[in-house]
């Protein structure tokens, strides 16, 4: 059964640093990974992706500032996301797409507080 559980989230000020990681299992393969993120009343955002041999695309409201990267030893994931913005609170999620179906995790709460 694929699973993805996000965590890393939290509190942060306005041009401070956080680093999610998405842990992923029942997946045997290595798929490319998306964040996204959501904040309430609009549509879930997608904030970048990351393929299996490690190439990465970002939204260009992220980009400069947020880095993609995975570990395929770890089956890990994780956002880097630096010089963040109040506009970046958000609940982020990973995404895979398996055997043409798309798995979501719980989301994890980042909060950037000016």
């Known amino acids: 059964q694929v699973q993805l559980v996000e965590s890393g989230g939290g509190l942060v000020q306005v041009g401070g640093s956080l680093r999610l990681s998405c842990a992923a299992s029942?997946?045997?393969?290595?798929?490319?990974v998306d964040w996204y993120r959501q904040t309430p009343g609009k549509q879930r955002e997608w904030v970048a992706t990351i393929t299996s041999d490690g190439n990465a695309n970002y939204a260009d409201s992220v980009k400069g500032r947020f880095t993609v990267s995975r570990d395929n030893v770890k089956d890990m994931v994780y956002l880097q996301m630096n010089s963040l913005k109040s506009e970046d609170t958000a609940v982020y999620y990973c995404?895979?797409?398996?055997?043409?179906?798309?798995?979501w995790g719980q989301g994890t709460q980042v909060t950037v507080s000016s």
């Open positions: 029942g997946i045997f393969f290595r798929p490319s």
């Open positions: 995404h895979v797409i398996v055997g043409l179906r798309g798995y």
